[in-house]
Protein backbone atom coordinates (compact mmCIF):
# COMPACT_ATOMS: atom_id res chain seq x y z
CA UNK A 1 0.00 0.00 0.00
CA UNK A 2 1.21 3.42 -0.77
CA UNK A 3 -0.26 6.84 0.65
CA UNK A 4 -0.25 10.25 0.21
CA UNK A 5 0.12 12.51 2.64
CA UNK A 6 -0.13 16.71 2.08
CA UNK A 7 0.38 19.70 4.33
CA UNK A 8 0.66 23.16 4.05
CA UNK A 9 -2.42 24.81 3.03
CA UNK A 10 -4.28 27.35 4.61
CA UNK A 11 -5.28 31.37 4.38
CA UNK A 12 -3.00 33.46 2.85
CA UNK A 13 -3.50 37.53 1.83
CA UNK A 14 -3.11 38.54 -2.05
CA UNK A 15 1.11 38.80 -2.09
CA UNK A 16 2.00 36.03 0.36
CA UNK A 17 3.62 32.63 0.15
CA UNK A 18 2.78 29.08 1.33
CA UNK A 19 5.18 25.80 0.97
CA UNK A 20 3.21 22.63 0.19
CA UNK A 21 4.58 19.24 1.26
CA UNK A 22 3.19 15.77 -0.28
CA UNK A 23 5.50 12.48 1.51
CA UNK A 24 4.69 9.16 0.07
CA UNK A 25 4.94 6.51 2.11
CA UNK A 26 4.64 2.57 2.03
CA UNK A 27 5.76 -0.46 -0.32
CA UNK A 28 7.53 1.65 -2.65
CA UNK A 29 10.31 0.83 -5.06
CA UNK A 30 10.77 4.60 -7.15
CA UNK A 31 8.55 7.21 -7.70
CA UNK A 32 8.51 8.75 -11.03
CA UNK A 33 6.99 12.24 -12.18
CA UNK A 34 5.66 14.08 -9.22
CA UNK A 35 3.52 16.54 -9.85
CA UNK A 36 1.00 19.41 -8.40
CA UNK A 37 -2.77 20.10 -9.40
CA UNK A 38 -5.45 22.45 -8.63
CA UNK A 39 -9.19 22.44 -9.00
CA UNK A 40 -10.91 25.67 -8.20
CA UNK A 41 -15.12 25.88 -7.86
CA UNK A 42 -16.79 24.79 -10.79
CA UNK A 43 -13.59 24.58 -12.66
CA UNK A 44 -11.72 21.55 -14.03
CA UNK A 45 -8.41 20.23 -12.19
CA UNK A 46 -5.59 21.33 -14.16
CA UNK A 47 -1.80 21.14 -14.07
CA UNK A 48 0.16 23.54 -11.77
CA UNK A 49 3.67 22.23 -12.21
CA UNK A 50 5.88 18.87 -12.44
CA UNK A 51 9.08 17.14 -11.80
CA UNK A 52 10.72 14.05 -13.14
CA UNK A 53 12.90 11.79 -11.59
CA UNK A 54 15.88 13.66 -12.77
CA UNK A 55 14.74 16.94 -11.54
CA UNK A 56 13.15 18.41 -14.73
CA UNK A 57 10.23 20.76 -14.25
CA UNK A 58 7.27 22.28 -16.56
CA UNK A 59 4.99 25.06 -15.01
CA UNK A 60 1.50 26.26 -15.80
CA UNK A 61 1.79 29.69 -17.70
CA UNK A 62 0.04 31.14 -15.02
CA UNK A 63 2.43 30.07 -12.36
CA UNK A 64 5.70 30.66 -13.76
CA UNK A 65 7.88 33.09 -12.00
CA UNK A 66 5.69 32.34 -8.95
CA UNK A 67 5.75 29.31 -7.88
CA UNK A 68 8.52 26.86 -7.65
CA UNK A 69 8.13 22.15 -7.58
CA UNK A 70 11.34 20.72 -5.86
CA UNK A 71 11.56 17.10 -4.69
CA UNK A 72 13.74 15.48 -1.96
CA UNK A 73 13.88 11.97 -3.11
CA UNK A 74 15.74 10.34 0.46
CA UNK A 75 12.28 11.57 1.77
CA UNK A 76 9.54 10.78 -1.02
CA UNK A 77 8.52 13.73 -1.08
CA UNK A 78 7.14 16.49 -3.60
CA UNK A 79 7.17 20.68 -2.77
CA UNK A 80 5.47 23.37 -4.17
CA UNK A 81 6.90 26.85 -3.24
CA UNK A 82 3.83 29.26 -4.16
CA UNK A 83 4.74 33.17 -4.06
CA UNK A 84 3.08 36.14 -4.92
CA UNK A 85 -0.14 34.33 -4.32
CA UNK A 86 -3.20 35.92 -5.96
CA UNK A 87 -7.00 34.75 -5.35
CA UNK A 88 -7.21 33.52 -8.38
CA UNK A 89 -5.07 30.89 -7.24
CA UNK A 90 -7.66 29.62 -4.68
CA UNK A 91 -8.08 26.27 -5.22
CA UNK A 92 -7.81 23.12 -3.97
CA UNK A 93 -4.41 21.13 -4.14
CA UNK A 94 -3.47 17.51 -5.26
CA UNK A 95 0.08 16.03 -5.31
CA UNK A 96 0.09 13.26 -7.81
CA UNK A 97 2.87 10.49 -8.06
CA UNK A 98 3.83 7.56 -10.47
CA UNK A 99 5.33 5.32 -8.18
CA UNK A 100 6.52 1.29 -8.81
CA UNK A 101 5.58 -0.84 -5.80
CA UNK A 102 5.65 -4.74 -5.39
CA UNK A 103 2.12 -4.79 -7.48
CA UNK A 104 3.31 -2.65 -10.65
CA UNK A 105 3.31 0.98 -11.12
CA UNK A 106 0.39 2.88 -10.18
CA UNK A 107 -0.93 6.81 -10.16
CA UNK A 108 -1.65 8.24 -6.77
CA UNK A 109 -3.49 10.99 -5.63
CA UNK A 110 -2.69 12.84 -2.49
CA UNK A 111 -6.63 14.07 -0.39
CA UNK A 112 -6.20 17.51 -1.64
CA UNK A 113 -5.37 20.60 0.71
CA UNK A 114 -7.26 24.11 0.59
CA UNK A 115 -5.16 27.22 -0.05
CA UNK A 116 -7.18 30.25 0.04
CA UNK A 117 -6.04 33.68 -1.02
CA UNK A 118 -8.04 36.57 0.25
CA UNK A 119 -7.86 39.75 2.00
Known amino acids: QVQLVESGGGLVQPGGSLRLSCAAS????????MGWYRQAPGKQRELVAA???????NYADSVKGRFTISRDNAKNTVYLQMNSLKPEDTAVYYC?????????????WGQGTQVTVSS
Open 96 to 108: NTQIRGVAGVYDY
Open 26 to 33: GSIISIYA
Open 51 to 57: ITSGGST
